[in-house]
Antibody
Framework: QVQLVESGGGVVQPGRSLRLSCAAS????????MHWVRQAPGKGLEWVAV????????HYADSVKGRFTISRDNSKNSVYLQMNSLRSEDTALYYC?????????????WGQGTLVTVSS | SFVLTQPPSVSVAPGKTARITCGGD??????VHWYQQKPGQAPVLVTY???ARPSGIPERFSGSNSGNTATLTISRVEAGDEADYYC???????????FGGGTKLTVL
């Protein structure tokens, strides 16, 4: 079955960097756009970024544009989120998800998330 | 930028029908998707393309979308339906995913 496993979270000081990874299995990874979505403690869902199936198109939320970079390696069935210049407001559980169908934009399924805490 | 507005909370008695709304400017012209998130768990897709249901989602969950409001309807509500529910769409003008603020469904 489809499985998405995030890793790379942790505690990091403001201004520092962190790289999240999401390992995918159970589907043809190279055929699907992939998203990162985050959820601050006790808050709602906030979309972060999307990368197209072939890596040619990327889009970001205004709140992370210029600081975060999404990438993928289809040979490794993995998607990444490079997070630079981290701020306290970036503290959240970060989920990766695949689109439900090629070319569509609903997200199914989601991983269990990796927690990022930005604190001095 | 597109904004989706959901009521913070909805309460319903077991066996009754819950309706969770998602408001947005001419949202009826877009495809809306809904997610259920139980405490400590990742979100789960419950409807997509306004009213389609993924495999494994009970028929009690249905969606509609018209005008300025999309609605997730849960019939014959059960205690296990208690969760946060989020609507979502793709804002093509901004090339971004938009989520509503979420609605906490309480089963009385």
């Amino acid at each position: 079955q489809v499985q998405l496993v995030e890793s790379g979270g942790g505690v990091v000081q403001p201004g520092r960097s962190l790289r999240l990874s999401c390992a995918a299995s159970g589907f043809t990874f190279s055929s699907y756009d992939m998203h990162w979505v985050r959820q601050a403690p006790g808050k709602g869902l906030e979309w972060v970024a999307v990368i197209s199936y072939d890596g040619s198109n990327k889009h970001y939320a205004d709140s992370v544009k210029g600081r975060f970079t999404i990438s993928r390696d289809n040979s490794k069935n993995s998607v990444y989120l490079q997070m630079n210049s981290l701020r306290s407001e970036d503290t959240a559980l970060y989920y990766c998800s695949k689109v439900g169908q090629f070319g569509e934009n609903w997200l199914d399924p989601w991983g269990q998330g990796t927690l990022v805490t930005v604190s001095s | 930028s597109f904004v989706l507005t959901q009521p913070p909370s909805v309460s319903v008695a077991p066996g009754k029908t819950a309706r969770i709304t998602c408001g947005g400017d001419n949202i009826g012209t877009k495809s809306v998707h809904w997610y259920q998130q139980k405490p400590g768990q990742a979100p789960v897709l419950v409807t997509y393309y306004d009213s389609a249901r993924p495999s494994g989602i009970p028929e009690r969950f249905s969606g509609s979308n018209s005008g300025n409001t999309a609605t997730l309807t849960i019939s014959r509500v059960e205690a296990g339906d208690e969760a946060d529910y989020y609507c979502q769409l793709w804002d093509g003008s901004g090339d971004r995913v938009v989520f509503g603020g979420g609605t906490k469904l309480t089963v009385l």
